[in-house]
């Protein structure tokens, strides 16, 4: 049986969260978190695009323009998440060495 959300609240307030990103206790994990959520968008939009160079380049037909397309789709995409991962390999980095206290 389920209850209604006003009962399961009233029952316990203090463990009852409504917060969809759960406990955070410092600022760097939630910009942790929204980094990886973006690099899940860029990794979904580079595979979009490998597909969309990849079915360029099989619709061709040898015409010389669709694969110079097709073939710069791809590329783009590469040098996209290239460009994405090593800003976030730099990101993580500097992070680190600013948030690490030093004794």
Not at 50 to 65: E, H, V, Y
């Amino acid at each position: 049986m389920l209850l209604p959300l006003s009962h399961t609240l009233a029952a316990d307030p203090g463990s009852a969260t409504l917060n969809p990103l759960g406990s955070i206790p410092v600022p760097q994990e939630l910009f942790g978190r929204l980094l990886r959520f973006l690099l899940g968008f860029v990794g979904v939009g580079a595979l979009t695009f490998f597909i969309i160079g990849g079915i360029i380049l099989l619709m061709s037909q040898g015409n010389a323009d669709k694969v110079k397309m097709g073939k710069d789709t791809l590329v783009w995409a590469i040098i996209g998440m290239f460009v994405a991962f090593t800003s976030y390999i730099i990101l993580r980095f500097v992070l680190e060495i600013i948030i690490t206290p030093t004794a």
